[in-house]
């Protein structure tokens, strides 16, 4: 471990610095604003490090490896997080309840999710994924009142718990057919263990997968999805959405890439059945939703069965076009939940009920900024042009084209046709006329919400940067 | 620069005639006719000064040199996507039919929308905007944008202004036009992904993907992929089932725009498009495709018989109408082609003065019903004149456009196959019927008490003034085609030469 290895798992470092800071700090002074500002302060060295960290890109010990793709999506899930720390700020409701914690648990995860994104090797895939998650349970049973939040936590511990069994025993299985636990070591020898014995290594895989797949809520791992969206605060819904969501889809690239999984056809077969049933049925069930986050739940799956077909691509082509679709995709994904959360945070609040459609009905008319966001986030998930989330579906249907994968688009048509209807559903109550009155956003939740629309339609508009940065990496 | 500025003009003058609604209530219509308008005149005074538009030289369709006009702006290098407009004769004479339909449809907003006017305006701006780009694009990647952009704005028309049902029928549309544009993208990026393993390149250039060499079954299916959107929007039987709804409950303006102006595209994509890209494939398929068109023809009419809803009905014969053009362009030869071009350009006018009196005769009675109706001439003499007019043009009266049109593709079609010609001319007899009986219902026979009661306002000046702009338009039409037949030759006898 030299200096610059130190350099280089910089951002890590930063966010455990912030970690102890904010735990020093509550033993002198409980008090929230400025755990608040350790915290924000804290995400922004830590972005900073990231940047910085590009110039030392190298692996460091067998367990991380800090690479470009690595760094920019660190970069991305401490964006998010700065997101959901603007948002935890004015959504938790103040009286009387002591947040500190919640500012450290959010450091927590999101150390976790760094740990994922860089993790090469079986250890630091568990051990990010846990602590990403451990501190998520607490997270989402935050709010003191209530019962939702603490049934979606139950429900998300539990099942949690149950993936990450699975996950353990497709790592043992695994180590026993290959004899090694880092994801090149197992690309390397599972090609001669699969001579071998093709059930080990294929069983021990299945289990590493479904267990991923568990925290990606892809069918049929999706039931705990909807529950916990609707149960959790909202800026922990949306931090869920994105940085956990996100963190564990780098991770199965990595392990699938590095792993050279595409090799066995078998698995192929297996993906391409999730891709397809998430995209049909995470959009069928979303289609009967009338509470909005439940909504956005489905919609979710359904958007993590669409870039499963990147992921399939590989057994057929090894392009960078592949990477460039994961990296782009991911990123307007991101960046149009993000948006959708942060204004259902505004608009909702924490009270329950006014998660339902019908409060957003009129929001045209009462709260422009916000529903301009709102629709924006809707175009972008149904992939009309000019938004972020078209140029992400153009990319996968790129990718599927030239690998021809005839089913899989063909699901993804029929998802997408099915998505519009519930999109539209949200955008068509706000268009209607309002009867409800409601106190106005801050300003700074506008501010939020305008600079998550300008990046999503830059990025739909003019990617042609973009493009050239995630074609380097 | 000057296709750019025409689109330009229109998407600033939507966001213009938004905020315009804080001087007054009356005013963003005022600056939406001006910002339609403006762009008229821009157009005309760029063309004056080109050659003789009656005399064109034939376009290239690979060479963009010899087009009318081009432009081409690098966007996404990565991909080969560019910001590449052209004008031909047959984008030339579909751009100014929006140009001068918007104005009509602005004048047709005048008193109908009630609420948040400047809003409204500004979407009826946006969608001219993205109607334009459509007929203009020939970048397959900007194509496909303007073809989904535009949806959005119309979208909000009928969702917000529409009428009792508006909410469904927005969703229909938009789903129905979503999704087989999605199919048409999917095609757009197989094209584009043959094009590149034979050439190495990127490219969503019309001019580079014309002529892409692939083998008889991928061209089937990508052509396929096209045809399908554009029928959808067209629309042919049976992908029609959208239109009744969304022209039924939007907006006058909205249907104005969307018979007159947003079916048009359907047909100029096919033309312009799904024929040239895969000629031999199209050709393959022009049989099935004829039977669509007539088809359609007669189950539009045999429907519009049956409404008692005078938008209904209306909308309908547009089914009925449409499946001419769709017959035309694919008997595949000049002088259905030019019927196809001609329909394409009278129905938008004769359409358009239809949707205008029926959303003038619902915000007099408030209702469309046929039924509530019955006498309406001896309270409205001068509309009923004027519907008279149209309802003989919409039936294929000679001297008027409509028959000119209609004529030419029979023609055309029955050197081609006389039996289906024969179908075909049925929808004539067809379409005088349910006509005429639409005539008949509202305007003449025994007066409704009710209606006498409520004091009926006959069309005021400014209603006339742009229903004779029309009238003029299908007159010129009907006796003098020639000069619009001449822009469109040379463009229709350069993309036969395509086919074998």
Redesign the interface.
């Known amino acids: 471990m030299n200096s610059s290895s130190m350099m280089a798992l910089l951002p890590i470092l930063m966010l455990s610095l912030t970690v102890v800071v904010l735990m020093i700090q509550a033993s002198i002074k409980r008090d929230q604003s400025i755990a608040w500002m350790i915290t924000g302060i804290g995400f922004l060295v830590s972005l900073w490090a990231a940047g910085y960290a590009r110039g030392f890109t190298q692996t460091v010990t067998v367990l991380l490896s800090v690479d470009d793709w690595g760094l920019y999506f660190t970069t991305l899930v401490l964006l998010a997080s700065v997101v959901t720390l603007v948002l935890s700020k004015d959504t938790f409701s103040p009286e009387g309840e002591r947040k500190e914690e919640f500012y450290l648990l959010l450091v927590l995860s999101v150390l976790g999710a760094v740990v994922l994104i860089q993790s090469t090797h079986m250890v630091s895939l568990l051990l990010g994924m846990e602590l990403m998650g451990v501190a998520l349970y607490a997270m989402i049973a935050f709010p003191e009142r209530g019962q939702l939040p603490l049934e979606a936590a139950i429900k998300y511990l539990v099942l949690s718990a149950c993936a990450s069994a699975m996950l353990l025993y497709g790592f043992a299985l695994l180590y026993a057919a290959t004899g090694d636990l880092s994801y090149a070591g197992i690309g390397t020898k599972a090609i001669l263990a699969y001579a071998q014995n093709p059930v080990l290594v294929i069983s021990g895989t299945v289990l590493v997968l479904a267990g991923i797949c568990f925290k990606l809520s892809l069918v049929p791992f999706h039931m705990w999805t909807p529950d916990v969206y609707e149960g959790a605060p909202t800026p922990v819904t949306g931090f869920l959405a994105t940085v956990s969501k996100g963190a564990v889809f780098v991770a199965l690239a990595r392990f699938f890439i590095e792993g050279q999984l595409y090799q066995y056809s078998s698995l192929i077969g297996v993906l391409s059945m999730v891709a397809i049933a998430s995209m049909l049925i995470g959009n069928l069930l979303a289609l009967k939703q009338n509470n909005v986050k439940r909504l956005l739940a489905y919609s979710s799956i359904a958007h993590f069965g669409y870039l499963l077909v990147v992921l399939v691509a590989l057994a057929y082509q090894d392009g960078p076009l592949v990477n460039e679709a994961i990296t782009f995709y991911l990123g307007a994904y991101i960046l149009t939940t993000l948006l959708a959360f942060s204004v259902v945070a505004t608009i909702a609040g924490e009270e329950e009920e006014k998660n339902d459609i019908t409060f957003f009905e009129g929001l045209f008319w009462r709260k422009r900024i916000q529903a301009i966001g709102l629709t924006v986030a809707m175009?972008s998930f149904?992939?009309?042009?000019?938004t972020a989330g078209f140029m992400g579906k153009?990319y996968i249907?790129?990718v599927g084209?030239?690998s021809g994968l005839w089913w899989l688009?063909a699901a993804l048509?029929m998802g997408?046709?099915i998505a519009?209807?519930y999109y539209?559903?949200i955008?068509?109550a706000m268009?209607k006329a309002s009867k409800i009155s409601s106190d106005s956003p801050t300003q700074a939740q506008d501010l939020l919400v305008i600079v998550l629309v300008a990046m999503v339609i830059m990025l739909g508009s003019?990617?042609?940067p973009f493009?050239?940065i995630a074609?380097r990496l | 620069m000057i296709m750019v500025n025409l689109i330009l003009i229109l998407l600033v003058g939507g966001l213009l005639a938004m905020i315009s609604e804080r001087f007054g209530k009356n005013v963003p219509r005022i600056v939406a006719l001006g910002i339609v308008l403006i762009d008229l005149v821009y157009l005309l005074s760029q063309l004056s000064g080109m050659s003789d538009l009656t005399q064109l030289q034939a376009p290239i369709p690979s060479d963009p040199g010899t087009w009318l006009m081009h432009f081409k702006a690098e966007w996404i290098p990565a991909f080969g996507i560019s910001l590449e407009l052209a004008l031909d004769g047959i984008s030339l004479l579909m751009v100014t039919l929006t140009l001068v339909l918007g104005a009509i449809a602005v004048s047709a907003s005048w008193t109908d929308i009630k609420i948040r006017r400047g809003f409204f305006e500004a979407n009826l701006l946006w969608t001219l905007a993205g109607v334009l780009g459509v007929f203009m694009a020939l970048d397959l990647f900007l194509f496909f944008l303007f073809w989904e952009v535009m949806l959005i704005p119309m979208y909000f028309m009928i969702a917000i202004w529409g009428h009792e049902n508006r909410g469904y029928a927005a969703m229909k549309f938009f789903i129905f036009t979503q999704v087989s544009g999605l199919l048409m993208l999917i095609s757009i990026l197989a094209l584009v992904s043959v094009n590149q393993s034979a050439t190495g390149q990127w490219s969503f250039s019309y001019f580079d993907l014309l002529g892409t060499p692939m083998s008889e079954k991928v061209a089937h299916w990508l052509m396929l992929g096209f045809f399908i959107a554009f029928v959808v929007k067209l629309p042919a039987f049976p992908f029609h089932t959208w239109l009744p709804d969304a022209h039924t409950q939007a907006p006058t303006a909205g249907s104005v725009i969307l018979a007159g102006i947003l079916l048009k595209t359907g047909a100029y994509g096919l033309i312009r498009f799904a024929v040239p890209l895969f000629p031999e494939a199209a050709m393959d398929f022009s049989y099935v495709a004829m039977a669509l068109g007539a088809a359609g023809i007669i189950y539009g009419a045999i429907l519009a018989f049956g409404q008692t809803d005078f938008k209904r009905l209306i909308a309908y014969s547009s089914v009925s109408h449409m499946g001419f053009v769709l017959l035309g362009v694919y008997a595949w030869n000049e002088l259905a082609l030019q019927g196809a071009v001609m329909q394409m350009v009278a129905h938008g006018f004769s359409t358009a003065a239809l949707f205008m009196i029926a959303g003038a005769l619902q915000e007099r009675l408030h209702t469309r019903e046929l039924r509530e109706m019955g006498g309406l001439w001896q309270h409205m003499p001068r509309m009923g004149a004027v519907a008279m007019f149209f309802v003989l043009a919409s039936l294929g009266l000679p001297g008027l456009g409509n028959f000119v049109a209609e004529f030419l593709v029979l023609l055309g079609l029955f050197q081609v196959d006389p039996w289906m010609t024969a179908v075909a001319a049925l929808g004539l007899i067809a379409g005088a019927v349910y006509s005429l009986m639409l005539m008949q219902r509202s305007f003449h026979g025994e007066p409704n008490p009710k209606l006498t009661e409520m004091g009926l306002v006959d069309f005021g000046t400014r209603e006339m003034i742009t229903m004779v702009v029309m009238m003029l338009a299908l007159i010129g039409l009907g006796i003098y085609p020639q000069p619009l037949l001449d822009m469109a030759q040379p463009v229709l006898q350069s993309l036969l030469e395509v086919t074998p």
């Open positions: 175009l149904a992939g009309i042009p000019l153009f249907i790129s084209i030239q688009l048509v997408s046709a519009i209807y539209l559903r955008i068509f268009s003019w990617p042609q493009i050239e074609g």
